[in-house]
Nanobody
Framework: QVQFVESGGGSEQAGGSLRLSCQYS???????????FGWYRQPPGKQREFVAG???????HYSDSVKGRFTISRDNAKNTVSLQMSSLRFEDTAIYFC?????????WGQGTQVTVSS
């Protein structure tokens, strides 16, 4: 089993900042030797999309829409992955999820809602 528990969402005005956190756990992550994690989001009425990913060596990759504004980080001792979001835009409004970088489709969490008002 795997659990991804996201937190930190909320409402913010455009230009503001939010920090999301994800606690991951589960034997399946160990069994599958999963070391890379990602953040994804699902805007209203749209499909889920990749936002950012991070490897064990802290190398990272971002979607073009968030590059330069969002920063992904991890704390291996605490089994957490965070997403620092700055210069928020209305179009960042979405439910944000974390998962392994190659998503485990059976184990999506509830996500955390981010709402940006213009």
């Amino acid at each position: 089993q795997v659990q991804f528990v996201e937190s930190g969402g909320g409402s913010e005005q455009a230009g503001g900042s939010l920090r999301l956190s994800c606690q991951y756990s589960g034997r399946t992550l160990t069994d599958l030797n999963i070391k890379s994690f990602g953040w994804y989001r699902q805007p209203p009425g749209k499909q889920r999309e990749f936002v950012a990913g991070i490897n064990l060596d802290n190398s990272s990759h971002y979607s073009d829409s968030v590059k330069g504004r969002f920063t992904i980080s991890r704390d291996n001792a605490k089994n957490t992955v965070s997403l620092q979001m700055s210069s928020l835009r209305f179009e960042d409004t979405a439910i944000y999820f974390c998962n392994s970088w190659a998503p485990l489709d059976d184990f999506w969490g509830q996500g955390t809602q981010v709402t940006v008002s213009s």
